[in-house]
């Protein structure tokens, strides 16, 4: 039997946050996981991801250089050395991430551990003990039970180890992974179908975010097919078929399934022991604590956004908390989002829609365009800046479209975390040429006194 401060379930983002913060508090620690450290973030999701967005990007340069006067030709891509490249990167990390894990003294479990008491988790039969017990087992991606995984029907977990880069793809899902897949894959020059239940995609951002969205994306010959639902799905050795409610018949190389990730929440002995779960999702206090004193959760599984930041933030939250420090957590409405498809969205706090029916008619909104600005400019980037104002005057929506504007979150998020008056900000000096100052622009006009703004 093993005994110590914290035994952590799971080591993604949340799980191993939580690891390093109790470890520097001077708490010992024992971090569990099935699989590699890192999680799905490090080893199926952000990292791995973003990688083969980055070499999305560079295919989109070299086919576009001529209209900056640079001769340059797209070739195609060498598939080995694309997924050689993620692979390298997201094995690097993860061997930094061991290497701080062992320097901090961390005992790292490998096997799957299930509660078997308040203080108790069991992993092959062995009882390992901790005064506190953080679950952070992350998510998984979801499959309507009416579809049949296949080499050609994947999830994502899958279609980042395909190895190949397919002629032709349906994505189902027209949120975050389906529209980063569908960029990526647009860009390595795969004939990209998106079909997503709902009217528009990103349907959980700013209704203009989607807007911009949907007309960029066909500019980039992206069809996308909304308001649609899938009846039925076939694969064979040739191709996937996919048929809609409408009648429409769809066929591709292969489809991916992005219709939204699950909490990985059974099996684990938590209603045995107590643990409150509703809908898969365990329930907490506002501290991350479950029904269960001794026990916390943290990350995907605990409902809200499902971030790596965020499951980073309840990390290093519940660590400070158990260590007997003081601790606050931003509320999700305070936590960037960002999806990196080209072009880029990244938002914060509240679309117009929700801020209306918070603070009703009072609410004011401006929307930059980047053809203002003179960096998206020579980027040729497209898109806007949109910011909601509170009847006070406080910025309590950030919503911005555009290749780089991930860039420009930082600031967002103080404004809105702090609570900062549009006007106040307006007066700060946005370098230039930069893509920020659009969001200077914006803060100018909400607050009555626009510089480069027509009309
Ligand atoms: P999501 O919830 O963002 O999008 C799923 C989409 O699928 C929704 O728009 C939904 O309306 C649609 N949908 C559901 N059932 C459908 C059906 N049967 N037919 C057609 N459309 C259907 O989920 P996701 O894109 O799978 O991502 C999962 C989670 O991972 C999200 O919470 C996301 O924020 C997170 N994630 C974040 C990032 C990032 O921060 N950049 C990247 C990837 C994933």
């Known amino acids: 039997m ?3 401060d914290v035994v952590i379930l799971g080591g993604g983002p949340g799980g191993y946050a939580a690891a390093i913060r109790s470890a520097q508090l001077g708490l010992s620690v024992v971090l569990i996981d099935e699989a590699e450290i890192g999680g799905t973030c490090l080893h199926r999701g952000c990292i791995p991801t973003k990688a083969l967005l980055h070499a999305a990007e560079i295919a989109d340069a070299a086919r576009t250089a001529a209209q900056f006067g640079v001769n340059a030709t797209f070739d195609g891509v060498d598939p080995e050395k694309l997924y050689g490249f993620k692979n390298t990167v997201v094995s690097r990390l993860h061997k930094g991430l061991s290497g701080l894990i062992a320097a901090l003294g961390i005992t790292v479990v490998n096997g799957r551990g299930r509660l ?9 039969g062995t009882t390992i003990t901790g005064r506190s017990i953080v679950l952070a087992t992350g998510s998984a991606p979801k499959v309507p039970g009416a579809i049949e995984m296949s080499d050609r029907v994947l999830t994502s977990d899958q279609a980042l180890e395909l190895n190949r880069i397919p002629e032709s793809a349906i994505i189902l899902g027209g949120g975050v992974i389906g529209v980063e897949f569908a960029s990526l894959w647009a ?27 949907e007309r960029l994306l066909r500019r980039r010959r992206i069809t996308a097919k909304t308001g649609a639902r899938v009846t039925a799905v076939k694969s064979d050795d040739e191709a996937v078929q996919v048929t809609l409610e409408s009648g429409d018949v769809l066929n591709a190389d292969v489809l991916l399934v ?6 990985r929440t059974v099996g684990l002995g938590l209603e045995e022991i107590g643990v409150t779960v509703d809908g898969g999702l365990v329930v907490t206090d506002d501290e991350l604590r479950t029904s269960v004193p001794s026990v916390y959760a943290i990350g995907d599984i605990v409902g809200g956004l499902q971030l790596a930041h965020r499951a980073f933030q309840h990390g290093i939250f519940v660590a400070e908390r158990i260590a007997g420090r003081d601790a606050e957590l931003v509320a999700d409405a305070g936590i960037p989002r960002v999806t990196y498809c080209h072009p880029e969205i990244a938002s914060i706090g509240l679309t117009e829609e929700a801020a209306r029916e918070q603070y009703g008619d009072g609410v004011e909104t401006v929307t930059y365009d980047l ?10 980037a497209s898109g806007a800046v949109k910011l909601v104002v509170d009847p006070a005057g406080a910025v309590v929506g950030v919503h911005m479209i555009g290749a780089g504007v991930s860039e420009l979150i930082g600031e967002a998020q103080l404004l809105y975390n702090l609570g900062v008056k549009a006007a106040e900000a307006a007066r700060f000096v946005h370098a230039h ?5 659009a969001l200077g622009e914006a803060l100018m006009a909400v607050s009555g006194a626009p510089l480069h703004l027509h009309g």
């Open 2 to 4: 093993t005994s110590s």
């Open 116 to 124: 078997t008491g308040p203080t108790t988790v069991e992993v092959d």
């Open 187 to 213: 860009s390595f020059g795969t004939k990209v179908t998106v079909v997503e239940a709902l009217p528009r995609l990103v349907p959980n951002e700013d209704v203009a975010i989607s807007t911009y969205l």
């Open 258 to 263: 992005a219709v939204g990730r699950a909490p």
């Open 371 to 380: 053809a203002g600005n003179g960096r998206s400019q020579i980027l040729k």
């Open 433 to 437: 040429p930069t893509q920020n100052e």
